[in-house]
């Protein structure tokens, strides 16, 4: 079964900065495209950033440009969502995904993605 657990989550100041992970347990993820979408209250689900397995295709929500990386270390099977200078429209819960067998294919969208986690907290305070 295959789990995806997030972390890193809080409450911080605008400009601040904040560092997410995401640990993926059973199953392997040295091929799989990785990605963090993002939830603000009462909206729609958005995407934020995805990786590919070999970290060299990236892609970057527009606001997120300048400010947020993501990474990932396969052997420890985690992905990290470093944000940078935040600002309250950052405040949301964020999700992180796993392809897994997924053919979809298309980085930022969520239909790509076939395992999600829980979420964790983001809020920036003004």
């Known amino acids: 079964q295959v789990h995806v657990i997030e972390s890193g989550g809080g409450l911080v100041q605008t400009g601040g900065f904040l560092r997410l992970s995401c640990l993926v347990s059973g199953r392997p993820i040295a091929k799989d495209r990785m990605a963090w979408f993002l939830q603000p209250p009462g909206k729609e689900r958005e995407f934020v950033a995805s990786?590919?397995?070999?970290?060299?295709?990236?892609h970057l929500r527009g606001s997120g440009e300048g400010r947020f990386t993501i990474s990932r270390v396969n052997s420890k099977n985690t992905v990290i969502l470093e944000m940078h200078s935040l600002m309250p429209e950052d405040t949301a819960v964020y999700y992180c995904?796993?392809?897994?067998?997924?053919?979809?294919?298309?980085?930022?969208?969520?239909?790509?993605?076939?395992?999600w986690g829980q979420g964790t907290q983001v809020t920036v305070s003004a």
């Open positions: 990786i590919d397995g070999t970290g060299a295709d990236i």
């Open positions: 995904a796993n392809e897994g067998s997924n053919s979809h294919r298309i980085p930022y969208s969520s239909a790509s993605y076939e395992y």
